[in-house]
């Protein structure tokens, strides 16, 4: 009988020092940093390229600190840790985010273009699909429109001209696969129409004039082949195309 008891205050004073060890062991709550020192640690992440790091802070600010006024900007910036790891499509829903909760922002342009410029940086060359060209400029319109006097509107007004110019030479690409690899001049000619009505003023035009009365000639439209030689050899003659069109031209008398 003593030798039970024994064992037993044993066992009881063994659990006591494991569970008064427990204690210790386990680590002190972190107390819930101001939203002031989380932006300020998570821009010194930003700045030092610790992406992850600078994420886990205006994470913090958005969750714990929903109503201050750092709230918007940390949205913002783990859409731009994201955009700077190039992760494009994380980026793009953070900055489509932000613009549904403060479209009126003062910062509402800087993401607006952010997220325009994350489709612009992926867009693929004219042999491959341009349905990311086509939302980096539906995007670069929605700044301008949006906000028109914003510091990033004439750098979206010269990229809505690139984006344009891409999508033309798209359109160029596939009219010379119908015209020279499948001989189908009906198919030609509607991509080159749709250039000259959807895509006007961008670097294509000439040679969109120049395979149009190509396909003119295939057809046996030689009238309106002449016509579309002489306006390329008047209006665009400091152009290869419109070189080609006058040479054309003269064989042709």
Same mark, same amino acid.
């Given at each position: 009988? @003593?030798?039970? =008891?024994?064992? !037993?205050? *044993? #066992?009881? !004073?063994? *659990?006591?020092?494991? !569970?008064? @060890?427990?204690g210790w062991l386990t680590a002190t709550p972190q107390p819930v940093l101001p939203a002031e020192e989380l932006y300020r640690l998570g821009e010194q992440d930003?700045?030092? &390229?610790?992406? /992850?790091?600078?994420? &886990?802070?205006?994470?913090?600010i958005v969750a714990r600190h929903p109503d201050s006024s750092y709230a918007p900007r940390a949205r913002f910036l783990i859409g731009e840790t994201y955009f700077r %790891?190039?992760?494009f499509d994380k980026a793009v829903k953070e900055f489509e985010a932000f613009l549904a909760f403060y479209p009126q922002h003062q910062i509402a342009d800087l993401v607006q273009y952010r997220l325009a410029v994350s489709y612009y940086d992926q867009m693929k060359? #004219? %042999?491959?699909?341009q349905a990311l060209t086509?939302? +980096?400029?539906a995007q670069f319109k929605k700044l301008v429109k949006d906000y028109p006097q914003s510091r990033y509107a004439s750098d979206a007004l010269a990229k809505i001209d690139i984006c344009r110019g891409r999508l033309a030479q798209k359109e160029l690409f596939i009219a010379h696969y119908y015209y020279d690899q499948q001989d189908n001049t009906a198919a030609a000619r509607q991509r !080159? /129409? @749709?250039? =000259?009505k959807n895509y006007q003023h961008t670097l294509v035009i000439p040679e969109t004039l120049f395979l149009l009365a190509e396909v003119n000639f295939? %057809? +046996?439209? *030689?009238a309106e082949a002449v016509a579309l030689f002489r306006r390329l050899a008047a209006e665009y003659a400091y152009t290869e195309w419109g070189k080609r069109a006058a040479q054309r031209l003269s064989v042709s008398r």
């Open positions: 009988m @003593g030798l039970h =008891l024994s064992r !037993l205050r *044993t #066992v009881c !004073l063994a *659990t006591l020092l494991f !569970l008064g @060890g427990c930003l700045a030092r &390229s610790r992406y /992850e790091d600078a994420r &886990s802070r205006f994470k913090d %790891e190039g992760e060359p #004219v %042999e491959q699909d086509g939302k +980096a400029l !080159l /129409e @749709g250039i =000259l295939r %057809e +046996a439209r *030689t």
